[in-house]
């Protein structure tokens, strides 16, 4: 199996490149060692075969550039670190490729905030995804055909794949590793790398101080009372009792302040299979 990682233009996240490498190298030592032959391929890919400066700091060489590479398995984008619109510019030139491959049968993964790169391709329209949380309203600014999922860890849609915030990379490359080498190199590997197999979701970490820039003071209201009460089974029929406030009206303004539903906060508040209305 060919595994693309990309090495963006721009400020990438070295961490993304070498555990994302790591994690994939050492599934074929352990193979090797057990007397089976190795499961990846793993490049370096890029948009030209020049030296790659990681973040002003490493300079990291390709093994190979997207016009030398006809056909890959699986395209693994990192985060690159700036203004997003600015990183989605830099890197247009990978698109046309991407989507090539894609129609090819070719699957694509995004670490943290390299979903903007993603997203860019049109790719992602229409199916879920997860960021960092941080980005989450410029993502939805800048791609609004996305359904952002910005407590998740992981999504998967048909062959795109896509993970939270920072080092919860490591789940989606726990994930792949799972999906294409087994479970039980999966459980060796959150092992080595101490990575939490059953982790699902980012909202523990999230700050929801970028969704109460609105003016609306009886919704900002609202999400104090949700978020100092995550801990209960609370119900939008309760939130609106609460503040005397019709539900339809309320879930009106909910919407229009925060841009995304009361529902949808509860549930990044509080991560539970179960929704309460």
Same mark, same amino acid.
């Given at each position: 199996?060919?595994?693309?990682?990309?090495?963006?233009?721009?400020?990438? =996240?070295?961490?993304?490149?070498?555990?994302?490498?790591?994690?994939?190298?050492?599934? %074929?030592?352990?193979?090797?060692?057990?007397?089976?032959?190795? +499961?990846? +391929?793993?490049?370096?890919?890029?948009? %030209?075969?020049?030296?790659?400066?990681?973040?002003?700091?490493?300079?990291?060489?390709?093994?190979?550039?997207?016009? !030398?590479?006809? *056909?890959?398995?699986?395209?693994?984008?990192?985060?690159?670190?700036?203004?997003?619109?600015?990183?989605?510019?830099?890197? #247009?030139?990978?698109?046309?490729?991407?989507?090539?491959?894609?129609?090819?049968?070719?699957?694509?993964?995004?670490?943290?905030?390299?979903?903007?790169?993603?997203?860019?391709?049109?790719?992602?329209?229409? #199916? $879920?995804?997860?960021?960092?949380?941080?980005?989450?309203?410029?993502? +939805? =600014?800048?791609?609004?055909?996305?359904?952002?999922? $910005?407590?998740?860890?992981?999504?998967? @849609?048909?062959?795109?794949?896509?993970?939270?915030?920072?080092?919860? =990379?490591?789940?989606?490359?726990?994930?792949?590793? @799972?999906?294409?080498?087994?479970? !039980?190199?999966?459980?060796?590997?959150? #092992?080595?790398?101490?990575? $939490?197999?059953?982790? %699902?979701? *980012?909202?523990?970490?999230?700050?929801? %101080?970028?969704? +109460?820039?609105?003016?609306?003071?009886?919704?900002?209201?609202?999400?104090?009372?949700? @978020? #100092?009460?995550?801990?209960?089974?609370?119900?939008?029929? !309760?939130?609106?009792?609460?503040?005397?406030?019709?539900?339809?009206?309320?879930?009106?303004?909910?919407?229009?302040?925060?841009?995304?539903?009361?529902?949808?906060?509860?549930?990044?508040?509080?991560?539970?299979?179960?929704?309460?209305?």
């Amino acid at each position: 199996m060919h595994i693309s990682i990309l090495l963006p233009e721009g400020n990438m =996240s070295v961490s993304n490149l070498e555990a994302t490498y790591k994690m994939f190298t050492i599934a %074929n030592d352990v193979l090797i060692n057990s007397g089976k032959k190795p +499961k990846f +391929k793993v490049q370096m890919v890029a948009v %030209n075969s020049s030296n790659k400066s990681g973040n002003g700091i490493f300079h990291i060489k390709p093994d190979v550039s997207i016009q !030398e590479l006809y *056909q890959t398995d699986l395209i693994i984008i990192p985060a690159v670190h700036g203004s997003y619109k600015k990183i989605v510019e830099a890197n #247009k030139e990978f698109i046309p490729w991407m989507i090539a491959q894609n129609n090819k049968g070719t699957e694509t993964a995004s670490l943290c905030i390299g979903a903007f790169i993603l997203a860019s391709s049109g790719l992602l329209d229409g #199916k $879920d995804c997860a960021t960092h949380w941080m980005a989450a309203d410029e993502f +939805k =600014s800048m791609f609004p055909l996305v359904q952002l999922r $910005d407590d998740k860890i992981i999504t998967d @849609e048909n062959g795109i794949y896509t993970s939270g915030g920072a080092y919860s =990379s490591l789940n989606l490359n726990l994930y792949l590793i @799972e999906k294409f080498a087994g479970r !039980e190199m999966a459980i060796r590997h959150s #092992k080595i790398f101490e990575i $939490d197999i059953n982790r %699902n979701s *980012q909202s523990p970490f999230i700050i929801f %101080n970028t969704q +109460k820039l609105h003016d609306d003071e009886l919704v900002r209201e609202a999400q104090l009372y949700i @978020e #100092k009460n995550y801990y209960e089974e609370i119900t939008v029929r !309760e939130i609106c009792s609460q503040f005397n406030i019709g539900r339809r009206t309320f879930e009106r303004r909910f919407l229009k302040a925060c841009n995304n539903t009361a529902i949808e906060y509860l549930q990044s508040i509080r991560p539970s299979n179960r929704i309460f209305i």
